[in-house]
């Protein structure tokens, strides 16, 4: 059976340690998540670099995208976190008030996407992906004008498809991959044959 988004957010409500059921810490709800970890982890990535921010910012703000992207080439189930994150708790109610406050947007993104494609998510294929989400999350830390907007848009798409296991959307998102660095590629040149043009 499907696991939608909304039913997702559901389960992540009910969150809360065996030790502490009226708390939850970041660990608990990386277990919740599973593989669908890794899609949450582009979607708060790519919406972050996605903000009006100064220029430059990219610099930064693309460093989690890297982390993530880098864990998935590897072949890694589930996204890992170092343990000062990992171990922090907030009181469950709060949580599950956040988590539940979202569930709207989150129903009407789940109509649109469906389970399919899921090859895209097996062993091979998701470590050759995620070579390409390495290098594209680089390519977003660089400096390069016109071309941080596209990666970030690029990371919330796969992101989307990932959570809920949509290879389309997924293959979509990998497809604004390409442009993205080829896009990242031309300005380079042009740069380069620009400063090579004005110092001839």
């Not at 430059?56 to 589930?78: D, E, H, T, W």
């Not at 000062?84 to 907030?90: D, Q, V």
């Not at 907007?149 to 809920?164: D, K, Q, R, T, Y």
Request: proline fraction near 6%.
């Amino acid at each position: 059976m499907k696991k939608r988004r909304s039913g997702t957010l559901r389960g992540l409500a009910q969150v809360g340690t065996r030790k502490r059921p009226n708390e939850s810490t970041f660990g608990d709800i990386l277990a919740s998540l599973g593989d669908r970890s890794f899609g949450w982890g582009f979607v708060m990535g790519g919406l972050l670099n996605m903000l009006p921010l100064p220029p430059g910012s990219n610099l930064l703000l693309g460093l989690p995208l890297v982390f993530v992207s880098v864990q998935m080439a590897l072949g890694r189930k589930i996204l890992w976190l170092p343990d000062f994150i990992t171990n922090r708790s907030f009181g469950r109610k709060k949580w599950r008030a956040g988590a539940l406050y979202v569930l709207p947007i989150a129903r009407v993104l789940s109509r649109m996407t469906r389970r399919r494609m899921l090859w895209f998510f097996e062993g091979p294929a998701e470590r050759v992906v995620g070579v390409l989400y390495v290098i594209t999350a680089l390519n977003l830390c660089v400096p390069i004008p016109f071309s941080g907007w596209l990666p970030a848009v690029c990371f919330f798409i796969v992101g989307v498809g990932l959570v809920e296991h949509d290879g389309l959307i997924v293959a979509a998102g990998t497809v604004l991959c390409v442009v993205s660095l080829a896009v990242s590629a031309s300005m380079i040149l042009a740069i380069f044959f620009g400063f090579h043009h004005f110092l001839m």
